[in-house]
T-cell receptor, first 109, second 114 residues
Framework: AQRVTQPEKLLSVFKGAPVELKCNYS??????LFWYVQYSRQRLQLLLR??SRESIKGFTADLNKGETSFHLKKPFAQEEDSAMYYC???????????FGKGTKLTVNP | DAGVIQSPRHEVTEMGQEVTLRCKPI?????LFWYRQTMMRGLELLIY????????DSGMPEDRFSAKMPNASFSTLKIQPSEPRDSAVYFC????????????FGAGTRLSVL
């Protein structure tokens, strides 16, 4: 079964600093990988997925199959980036997502 | 579209009572997912449906939990009898297979079992 590790429960940075949220997954196949975000008092929503290779709100995520990692990065954090971030690979060839425990990012002024 | 709609938003009940959570997926979506979120275990998938058929219910904790999807626009998650350890936030999400499996979440139901 797919396992997802987000090693940092809490991450605190200052505005303008770079930020990296780590994610490692166990499945060695070819899962689809997603990052979801939950801002305060809002519902969980998609931030980005590896297939699209986009930058959303300044965030990017690179899939490293060798290290089975999908870390989320942003070069200059903003206060509005403060939120819970969840890494979620699919399980096997299904549409089932396995969510990590999440990382709470706080960007201080 | 109003997105995925869940009701009620909050539910407080006593141990032993039956609880029914409801979900209306986004129109046109063919997959529906029920999740439970707790501090200890994070976000866990309980069950998911595709075209109204349950595909994977391996996350359903025990027989006290059941889920139905009688049609494409409605699903229920029932807990009978409820126990204090069922207290959690329950999320429903829907997706369209042709849409790249992006799941859209409801606002959740916060359940407290006393």
């Amino acid at each position: 079964a797919q396992r997802v590790t987000q090693p940092e429960k809490l991450l605190s940075v200052f505005k303008g600093a770079p930020v990296e949220l780590k994610c490692n997954y166990s499945y060695s196949g070819s899962p689809e990988l997603f990052w979801y975000v939950q801002y305060s008092r809002q519902r969980l929503q998609l931030l980005l997925r590896h297939i699209s290779r986009e930058s959303i709100k300044g965030f990017t995520a690179d899939l490293n199959k060798g290290e089975t990692s999908f870390h989320l990065k942003k070069p200059f954090a903003q206060e509005e980036d403060s939120a819970m971030y969840y890494c979620a690979p699919t399980q096997g060839g299904s549409e089932k997502l396995v969510f990590g425990k999440g990382t709470k990012l706080t960007v201080n002024p | 579209d109003a997105g995925v709609i869940q009701s009620p938003r909050h539910e407080v009940t006593e141990m032993g009572q039956e609880v029914t959570l409801r979900c209306k997926p986004i129109s046109g979506h063919n997959s529906l997912f029920w999740y439970r979120q707790t501090m200890m275990r994070g976000l866990e998938l309980l069950i998911y449906f595709n075209n109204n058929v349950p595909i994977d219910d391996s996350g359903m904790p025990e027989d006290r939990f059941s889920a139905k999807m009688p049609n494409a626009s409605f699903s229920t998650l029932k807990i009978q009898p409820s126990e204090p350890r069922d207290s959690a936030v329950y999320f429903c999400a829907s997706s369209q297979t042709a849409g790249g499996n992006i799941q859209y979440f409801g606002a959740g139901t916060r359940l407290s079992v006393l």
